[in-house]
T-cell receptor, first 115, second 113 residues
Framework: DAGVIQSPRHEVTEMGQEVTLRCKPISGHNSLFWYRQTMMRGLELLIYFNNNVPIDDSGMPEDRFSAKMPNASFSTLKIQPSEPRDSAVYFC?????????????FGSGTRLTVV | GQQVMQIPQYQHVQEGEDFTTYCNSSTTLSNIQWYKQRPGGHPVFLIQLVKSGEVKKQKRLTFQFGEAKKNSSLHITATQTTDVGTYFCAGRGVTGGGNKLTFGTGTQLKVEL
């Protein structure tokens, strides 16, 4: 298995532009998570899906952020419009809920810089 | 909401010295996991603890879950340069939350020769 695949690896955009981050979870995993990591705030859960349904989006900062999971093999996180304070590393992770001793598998992340 | 704190925030050790990071949750946990993130990398799952007082070992790493299931520790014996990275604990709440993990603040370990 290729693991959790995220794209792009790096994104530099101007303030006000729309940014779309993409994630392909591990085949067979039924939970998908979007995390944001910064030095100041550490690893923050933005939203998570179970069986393609959003379960908890309480971590989504504001209306500028939206996430979708149209099918079991693809998810997007969109920021519109982007702001400099959105600069961070965004991780997607997947797991198999209900399986004991099963941790999250993280993707390599997308480093977003908003200038 | 649930908060998970770790201490220390940073630790510098000489190679061969031992290292311990402590994890404390504001609420009782159903289980706790530990992850390692190498510099520039992504978190990688190490282990999960479920039972009160549980102790598990992975080579030089010893993981412990507190009796009250609100704290945990990771101890590394005789550190090596390959141990460099940030270690995170992550807890699952007892009530609700589903498959959601709350990550701790992390302890960054640096190992000097």
């Amino acid at each position: 298995d290729a693991g959790v695949i995220q794209s792009p690896r790096h994104e530099v955009t101007e303030m006000g532009q729309e940014v779309t981050l993409r994630c392909k979870p591990i085949s067979g995993h039924n939970s998908l998570f979007w995390y944001r990591q910064t030095m100041m705030r550490g690893l923050e859960l933005l939203i998570y899906f179970n069986n393609n349904v959003p379960i908890d989006d309480s971590g989504m900062p504001e209306d500028r952020f939206s996430a979708k999971m149209p099918n079991a093999s693809f998810s997007t996180l969109k920021i519109q419009p982007s702001e400099p304070r959105d600069s961070a590393v965004y991780f997607c992770a997947s797991s198999l809920q209900g399986q004991t001793n099963y941790g999250y598998t993280f993707g390599s992340g997308t480093r977003l810089t908003v200038v | 909401g649930q908060q998970v704190m770790q201490i220390p925030q940073y630790q510098h050790v000489q190679e061969g010295e031992d290292f311990t990071t402590y994890c404390n949750s504001s609420t009782t946990l159903s289980n706790i996991q530990w992850y390692k993130q190498r510099p520039g990398g992504h978190p990688v799952f190490l282990i999960q603890l479920v039972k009160s007082g549980e102790v598990k070992k992975q080579k030089r790493l010893t993981f412990q879950f507190g009796e009250a299931k609100k704290n945990s520790s990771l101890h590394i014996t005789a550190t090596q340069t390959t141990d460099v990275g940030t270690y995170f604990c992550a807890g699952r709440g007892v009530t609700g939350g589903g498959n959601k993990l709350t990550f701790g603040t992390g302890t960054q370990l640096k190992v000097e020769l």
